[in-house]
């Protein structure tokens, strides 16, 4: 994760798997050369990397670091304005979900998000990554969720989605929730 200190796009998530996908994200595209790097996920005000295991992070970090920093300061374009348009798949699926849709949805599912908003979202945000509530199916206790950014294939998700965020909903929906999937991973 790659903190800028200045507002990177005006809103929205972009996460990009590959060079084809960063067709319109100039930053993302120029990334993608490099030869280590397997996704790239943009936010407000960060960017986050994920990288083949070829190379430590040890060996590029400063190289990215560098990269990213003077890509920034020279001015270059982020993504490009259709894109910014256009990226509506997306988007719907890792947007903030509007107060009406939230007043609209059954009890169990808002406490679920607001779960997820407190104790979730924070924790997955501070790595670079992007946790989306996708559905709760009442009938096996089962939450889905859906996994961006440096949380998308990560190692480590399988731990957290069970150690992490399982157990808070757990703790706060006792034989509510019995389940939590990352149903993209």
């Not at 996908?21 to 030869?35: D, G, M, N, T, Y």
């Not at 009938?139 to 440096?150: C, F, M, P, S, W």
Request: hydrophobic share 40%; glycine share 6%.
């Amino acid at each position: 994760k790659f903190v800028a200190n200045k507002r990177l796009v005006d809103n929205g998530k972009y996460e990009f798997k590959n060079a084809d996908e960063a067709s319109r994200a100039p930053i993302a595209k120029a990334l993608f050369e490099l030869p280590y790097v397997s996704q790239v996920f943009i936010t407000s005000n960060y960017i986050s990397v994920s990288k083949y295991n070829v190379v430590s992070w040890e060996e590029i970090l400063h190289e990215l670091r560098g990269f990213i920093k003077n890509y920034i300061e020279n001015g270059n374009t982020i993504l490009e304005a259709e894109l910014l348009e256009n990226n509506q798949a997306t988007q719907d699926e890792m947007k903030d979900i509007t107060e009406e849709e939230y007043n609209n949805l059954p009890a169990d599912e808002r406490k679920i998000l607001s779960l997820i908003k407190e104790f979730v979202e924070p924790a997955v945000n501070s790595d670079g990554g992007h946790i989306a509530f996708k559905a709760f199916i009442p009938e096996t206790k089962t939450v889905q969720v859906v996994l961006h950014g440096a949380c998308s294939g990560c190692p480590s998700s399988n731990y957290t989605l069970k150690s992490g965020i399982e157990n808070i909903l757990k703790k706060f929906m006792p034989g509510q929730v019995a389940h939590v999937e990352a149903i993209n991973g």
